[in-house]
Structures are given as C-alpha cells and as structure tokens.
C-alpha cells in the first residue's frame, strides 16, 4: 500500500510579508501547523545540544546572563556576515528539519490521509525544500511595508531590517517555487479571503477525496 502523507503545505514569504497571519488562518481552517521559526528556537534552547554548538561556533559571548543564548545579539552578528550566518544555518537548519520531519508523521499517524499539514518556513525557497510539498504557497508584500512593520510594531532600526530582507530570497525568486501566491498589499481581511479562497480551490476537493476512499465502518464485516 502506499504510504500516506496527507496534504503537505509548503508556506513562506520575506520576513513580515504575512505568513503567520496566513498559517493562523489555515489552522482555523483545519490544518495542523508546524512553525519553521519555533523550532529553531527549540533547537538551540538552554541546555540543548544545538546550544553547545553555537557556542562552540561562536563563543561563550553569544549567551546572555542567563544562559540563554542572546538572539539579539546573534542576529546583530549574523545578518552582517554571510560566512557566520551559513555556519548558523548550518546549525540549526537540520535540527529543525528532524524535528519537522516528526511532527508531520506525528500528525499524519493522527490523522491519516485526511491531514492537512502546513510548514511555516521562512527560507523554504532559499534551502531548496519546494519539492518536498505538494503544494508550495508564497505571500507577498510591498517591501516598503515590510520595512514599516518592522520598524514600527517590533522596534528594529531601517538598516536592520533591510539586512534581513537582503538575507533573503526576492518575491520573484519565492513565485517561481511557488504554486500559489498570495498578495498582502491590501486589508488583513482581503488576505484572508485569498487564504479561504485557495483553501476551497486547492485544498478542500483534496480532503473530500481523501474521505470518500476510506471505508465505512462496517465495510467487510
Ligand atoms: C538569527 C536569530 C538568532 C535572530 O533571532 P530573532 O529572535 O531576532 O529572530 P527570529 O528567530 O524570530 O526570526 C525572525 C525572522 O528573521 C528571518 N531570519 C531568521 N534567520 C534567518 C536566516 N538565517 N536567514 C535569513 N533570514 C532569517 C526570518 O524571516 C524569520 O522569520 C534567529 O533568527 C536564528 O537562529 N536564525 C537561524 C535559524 C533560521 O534560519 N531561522 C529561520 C527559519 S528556520
Ligand atoms: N494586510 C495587512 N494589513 C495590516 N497589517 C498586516 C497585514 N498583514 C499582516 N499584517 C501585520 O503585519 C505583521 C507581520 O505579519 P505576520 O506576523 O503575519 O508576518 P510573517 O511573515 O509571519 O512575519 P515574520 O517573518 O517576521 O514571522 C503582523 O503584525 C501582522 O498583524
């Protein structure tokens, strides 16, 4: 028989393009979602063996008083430096991959081919993983905006962000992975409406597919 992966769901987009808004949106839908970004912060939390290699890495400075490693601190270090950020990547980027890899079986064992399961990753096109998905959703944003969020709602100074955005794929490379693209240059609410209107188009006929092959419960009885 053959193996049953569910609906695999690649979602990315640059940095404060709208992605987390799209995944929430999603779970409410009915996926179960797995964040790129929290797992990375898993992979390197106090005491974990990713930790040990940042600071083998990088030194004893890029842990804060409390142990914890300073993320401000690495990001200062690594957004201005390709070589130090590759040998970050480098280190987190497998530890999140397994643990992705788990939790997508976790939640296909679940739920069975019914699943709907979308990654949230940010670097998705960057670390060459759009194969892996049946389906690959990009959102995009004006740059302009991007900057805007940043500056504003999370206090990053305009250079900061601007290395961020640089540490990235552009729009154009993430649409020419992508199946689907999804525009943010309007309300939340009319992103919202792209994300209903591609779960009925892409998704929906998929799950109901997925249901009618599955037997009654009192088949062959
Ligand atoms: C550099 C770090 C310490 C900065 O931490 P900070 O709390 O300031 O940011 P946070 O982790 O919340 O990331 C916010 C966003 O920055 C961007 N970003 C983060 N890391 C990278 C990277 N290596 N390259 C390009 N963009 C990145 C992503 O858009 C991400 O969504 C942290 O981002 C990190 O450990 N990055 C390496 C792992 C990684 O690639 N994570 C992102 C996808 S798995
Ligand atoms: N269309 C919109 N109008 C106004 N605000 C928006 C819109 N879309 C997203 N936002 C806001 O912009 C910010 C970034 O959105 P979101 O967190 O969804 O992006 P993200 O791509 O997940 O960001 P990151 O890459 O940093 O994780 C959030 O504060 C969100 O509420």
């Known amino acids: 028989?053959?193996?049953?992966?569910?609906?695999?769901?690649?979602?990315?987009?640059?940095?404060?393009?709208?992605?987390?808004?799209?995944?929430?949106?999603?779970?409410?839908?009915?996926?179960?979602?797995?964040?790129?970004?929290?797992?990375?912060?898993?992979?390197?939390?106090?005491?974990?063996?990713?930790?040990?290699?940042?600071?083998?890495?990088?030194?004893?400075?890029?842990?804060?008083?409390?142990?914890?490693?300073?993320?401000?601190?690495?990001?200062?270090?690594?957004?201005?430096?390709?070589?130090?950020?590759?040998?970050?990547?480098?280190?987190?980027?497998?530890?999140?991959?397994?643990?992705?890899?788990?939790?997508?079986?976790?939640?296909?064992?679940?739920?069975?081919e019914r699943a709907v399961v979308v990654q949230d990753i940010p670097l998705l096109v960057e670390t060459g993983q759009a194969d892996a998905f049946d389906v690959v959703v990009t959102v995009q944003a004006p740059r302009a905006e991007r900057v805007r969020r940043m500056v504003e709602d999370r206090g990053m100074l305009a250079t900061d962000a601007e290395a961020r955005i640089g540490a990235q794929a552009t729009d154009e490379e993430r649409a020419a992975a992508a199946d689907v693209v999804l525009e943010n240059s309007g309300t939340r609410e009319e992103l919202l409406a792209r994300v209903d209107d591609f779960w009925a188009r892409w998704v929906a006929p998929r799950v109901q597919a997925a249901g009618a092959v599955e037997p009654a419960p009192d088949e062959g009885a």
Request: hydrophobic share 50%.
């Open 1 to 112: 028989m053959e193996r049953t992966t569910g609906l695999q769901i690649g979602l990315t987009g640059g940095i404060a393009s709208g992605k987390s808004t799209v995944a929430r949106r999603l779970t409410e839908l009915g996926a179960v979602l797995i964040d790129a970004d929290a797992l990375a912060r898993e992979a390197v939390a106090p005491g974990s063996d990713g930790l040990a290699a940042v600071v083998e890495a990088f030194g004893p400075g890029v842990l804060g008083p409390d142990g914890a490693m300073d993320r401000a601190a690495v990001g200062r270090l690594v957004f201005a430096d390709d070589a130090a950020r590759a040998r970050l990547n480098g280190i987190v980027h497998p530890r999140v991959r397994a643990a992705a890899g788990r939790l997508q079986e976790a939640a296909v064992e679940r739920m069975g």
